[in-house]
Structures are given as structure tokens and as C-alpha cells.
């Protein structure tokens, strides 16, 4: 209990400088929301540009065709109006070509601009992506798609499934959805344990350590309780916070004494705390 007690302020501002107004959120909505409408909007424009090219491309093969097929006919023509009427057929069919080969170049652009602003949306959303906002947008989605968004069951499972197709973010989401929406189900343990291994492995360290301390906090004789404070000692040694993680690893072994993550967190202590070879030269510990 002395170890949580001084472990508890470092969580407590760890928290502090992880929590995320909820004016932020509804302000993230409102750029992916604006980046979809424009992203919408442009590519119906550029559609119907691009139709409108392959149109005037068409029309200008078809005037070519019947500039030719009148140059076929004026070539059986006899006496001083033949010369006449092949000089300007083949005039008025330069002119044709030159117009066919600036719509395909107009074309061949308008294909780059659309090309490129793929390109530009896609790494718009991964910077959104990067800030959480777009997986926090996907997983409200899938749960507005759920038959019955109340099922605790099919939240769960819907979290599990996201995970095992590689939605690691968006699973992410959803199985911290589901602790809050049911913080003492008897699953909300297992949900918030997944939660911060998912961001202990996007080294989102400062997150998991508040996400896997709250498990910790309120379920503490569940299983998971241990697996959640040693990963948590593991984020305080992320962090630069040696001692913190001494604290919450000597919790584990205090707390849950008979456990696999007692066992490791006692593995851990010695790989950050060797002891000294004289006994009697041991450093004195931090207060």
C-alpha cells in the first residue's frame, strides 16, 4: 500500500496531462467531417470535369472521321477543284488534330490532379489518423452499425474482431467505449487491459499508463490487476521514472504474490535494480 500511495501523484499528473477535453473531440469530429464533405465535393467536380474532356475528345475523332471520309470522296473529284478542296481538308485537318491532342493533354492533367489529390487526402487522414481522431470517428461508426449498440456481448466482440483484422486504433477505441459505458461489467477489466496493451504497443506510454492504472484502481483482485501494474512499471521506465516503476512492480509482487506477473515483475526489478555485489556498499534508495 506505501508503494501505491507514493506511486499515486505521478499517475495522478500522468493523468492530468492525458486528458483530452471533450470541446477537442467534437472539434476533431468537425475536421474529418469538413475533410469528407471537401474531399466529396472535389472529386465530383474532377468527375465531371474529366467527362466533360473525354466528350469534346470524342466529338473532335468523330469531326476528324468525317473530315476524312470527305477527303476520300473530294480525292475522286476531277479537274482544278480537287487541288482546292484537298488543301483545305488537310488544313481543317491539322486543325482538328491540334485541338484532339490539346484535349488529351488537358485530359492526361486533369488525370494527374485527380491522381494527386488522392494522394493529398490520403495523408491528410493519416495525420488525422495519427491523432486518434480518425480511429475514434471509425469505431463510433461501428457502433452506430451494430444491430444493438447496448449489447455489451456485441461490443465486446466487435472490439475483438477490429483487433484481429489489424484495426488496432480503432479496436483501441472501442474496448475503452466499453469500460466506460460499463465500468463494473465483469468484462471491463479484460477491455481496459486491452486498451493500454494496444497503446503500450503504439508506445503511447503517458495513455496507457493512466488507461492500465485506472484497471489496476478498480479491479483490484481481478487477474488482470497484475498484468495491468506491471505494464504500467514498464511505462514509468519509458518515461524516465525509474523509481515510480520500482514502486508499482514491488506492488504487483506485494499484491498479487502467487501470480505470473509477480513473477516477472520480481525478473524485472533485478534487470532494473541489480543488486550490489558486497551487500554491505548497497546504495541507498531513493526517497
Sequence with gaps: MR???????????????????????????????????????QARQLEEQVKEKIVQVDRKLKEVQAKLDELNTSARAKGADLGVAVGRLQEELTRLRGDLETQQHQLGQLDGTVKSGAKETEARLASLKGTGALDEAMARQRLADLARPDDKAAVLALAQKEEAAGEKGV???????????????DKADEAGLRAGEILASQARWREAVVVLGRVAEDHPRSDKAGPALLLVAEGMVQ?????????????????????????????????????????????????
Design 3 to 41: 508503494a501505491a500511495r507514493r506511486a499515486a501523484p505521478a499517475l495522478l499528473l500522468l493523468a492530468v496531462g492525458c486528458w483530452v477535453p471533450l470541446e477537442s473531440g467534437r472539434q476533431m469530429d468537425a475536421r474529418i467531417a469538413r475533410l469528407e464533405v471537401e474531399t466529396r465535393e
Design 171 to 185: 479496436a483501441r477505441e472501442l474496448y475503452q467505449h466499453y469500460v466506460r459505458r460499463w465500468p463494473k461489467d
Design 239 to 287: 518515461l524516465n521514472r525509474k523509481e515510480d516503476a520500482r514502486a508499482f512492480l514491488e506492488q504487483v509482487v506485494a499484491e498479487h504474490p502467487r501470480s505470473d506477473a509477480a513473477a516477472r515483475a520480481k525478473v524485472r526489478l533485478t534487470e532494473l535494480f541489480p543488486p550490489p555485489k558486497d551487500p554491505r556498499k548497497a546504495p541507498p534508495r531513493k526517497k
